[in-house]
């Protein structure tokens, strides 16, 4: 642990409002996003996503057209590539099918000129070879085997805490006090972030992953001025640890990588920022996605009750069945023929893991959970080839301890409120689950 004294102390960042609460206002002023458009397979609409009609229209695409091209969208024209082997195929060309940001990033989104010029969102996951490669190995040996040994005894005495302290008998949002409770802490632990101002990461966190936020010029401002508030802190806490001796946390990793010298201050705040998100929205969201599961499969969680030895397989099959982000971005940069497609230059190809996760030509009753699926390790929620998630390990940590307490400890909430789910065609999740513990 770093120097306690409280280096974010004096410094003002807001914490309101909420991006959920940005884009709810923002769709009441412009029904029009709202609609579903006139192209029968543009899913770009992220209110298609809040109400997961998206996997009817993902269905009907496996089905007719696995590789389309959806034209005249708001978000311009682009691919839908939308099963496993079209997937990993196209990942598997790293060169032909880009993620640089100055080529078109990894989102369906384009970035503003603003952001382009300022260089925001220039990092490693939007990066190509060599600077990628260089990238990610300063942050990789945060991540290893040991790494996760390390951590465990920390993560699942937090996790039994949280579990512990549950209401029983009374309906609560299973979302808020386990979900992003436990992935905050992990993260704070993660960076050694000042504990009393840990709240500050996941709003920040919804802030960058709301693609649908820089649908204006105010909410794009808005946006800015809140990733300025997280810089300043970032850079207090970068100067801490540049004058500390070298410490394990991802933070002094960094800092002290011999990869730092590469990045500009911008880049490392990039960085920081894609770990933040990365860290933070998937591994809760997949926490809240697994409450929602047991409840609309009871026969599944039962079976985790007679053999926990099948948890490890669980955890695949939730991360599979929640996929907690929808797609990722790249851009062809030469002509390639794909499944008798033919991809022309500087097309943007969207990578549909919500869709490849349904496949029905890989999973067998693909909507249906099954914690015994004896594939269920074949998904692409992570990603694949060299942008492959570098964070899965102690995402599969983490809910793995997570399923395996709430087995111990016979936590096994039932949906008796509202589920909500986000709005949002990056990140697939949820702001609200409403469940009841059974009295102890
Ligand atoms: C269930 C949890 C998670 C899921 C489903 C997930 C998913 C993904 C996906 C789809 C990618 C892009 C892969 C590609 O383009 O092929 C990615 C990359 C990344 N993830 Fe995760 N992630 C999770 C947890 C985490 C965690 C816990 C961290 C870190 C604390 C993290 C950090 C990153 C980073 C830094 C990258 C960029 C890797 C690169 O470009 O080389 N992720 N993740």
């Known amino acids: 642990m770093n120097d306690q004294t409280d280096v974010l ?12 609460e940005a884009l709810d206002q923002f769709l009441n002023v412009h029904p029009d996003m709202q609609a579903v458009h006139d192209q029968p397979w543009d899913v770009s609409d992220p ?11 993902f269905r ?14 708001p978000q311009g024209d682009y691919w839908n590539i939308t099963t496993v082997k079209n997937i990993q195929h196209v990942e598997a060309l790293p060169k032909i099918f880009a993620s640089a940001f100055e080529k078109g990033g990894m989102v369906i989104q384009d970035s503003t000129p603003q952001a382009k010029a300022e260089g925001r969102g220039k990092t490693f996951i939007a990066m190509d070879a060599p600077d990628h490669t260089l990238r990610r190995r300063a942050v990789a040996p945060a991540f290893t085997p040991a790494e996760m040994v ?18 029983r008998g009374e309906q609560f949002n299973w979302h808020k006090l386990v979900s992003v409770d436990l992935t905050t802490k992990m993260l704070a632990t993660l960076f050694d972030f000042p504990w009393e101002h840990r709240d500050a990461l996941p709003f920040w966190s919804d802030w960058q992953s709301d693609l649908a936020l820089g649908a204006t010029p105010e909410l794009e401002k808005l946006r800015h001025d809140i990733m300025i508030e997280m810089g300043t802190c970032m850079y207090k806490l970068w100067e801490q640890r540049l004058n500390a001796p070298p410490a394990p946390d ?41 409450a929602d599961a047991f409840d ?9 009750d007679a053999d926990p030895s099948l948890i490890p397989n669980a955890v695949q099959e939730c991360i599979r ?38 496949d029905e030509s890989v999973f067998d009753e693909p909507d249906v959970l099954k914690v015994d699926r004896e594939n269920a390790r074949r998904h692409v ?50 702001s609200n689950v409403e469940v009841t513990l059974d009295p102890a």
Request: with cysteine.
């Open 321 to 358: 069945f929640v996929t907690p982000v929808a797609h990722m971005r790249r851009t062809a940069q030469e002509d390639y023929e794909l499944d008798g497609h033919l991809i022309k230059k500087g097309d943007k190809v969207i990578l549909w893991y919500k869709s490849a996760n349904r």
């Open 150 to 167: 390390r951590l465990t005894d920390l993560v699942r005495s937090r996790t039994v805490e949280v579990l512990e302290n549950l209401p």
């Open 9 to 20: 102390a004096g410094i003002e960042y807001r914490m309101s409002p909420t991006a959920q």
């Open 250 to 290: 991802l933070l002094s990793r960094l800092i002290h990588s011999e990869e730092m010298p590469e990045m500009d201050m911008m880049e490392f705040m990039a960085n920081m920022s894609l770990l933040i998100v990365g860290g933070n929205d998937t591994t809760r969201n997949t926490m809240s996605g697994i």
């Open 381 to 430: 929620a992570f990603g694949y080839g060299v942008h492959r998630c570098v964070g899965a390990r102690l995402a599969e940590m983490q809910l793995r301890i997570l399923i395996e307490e709430m087995i111990r400890l016979g936590v096994r909430p039932r949906v008796t409120g509202k589920v909500e789910r986000l709005n949002n065609v990056f990140i697939n999740g949820f």
């Open 296 to 304: 609309r499969f009871p026969q599944e969680r039962a079976k985790l």
């Open 47 to 57: 209110k298609l996503f809040g109400n997961e009609k998206v996997h009817a229209i």
């Open 60 to 73: 009907e695409m496996r089905a007719k057209a696995p590789v389309n091209k959806a034209t005249g969208t």
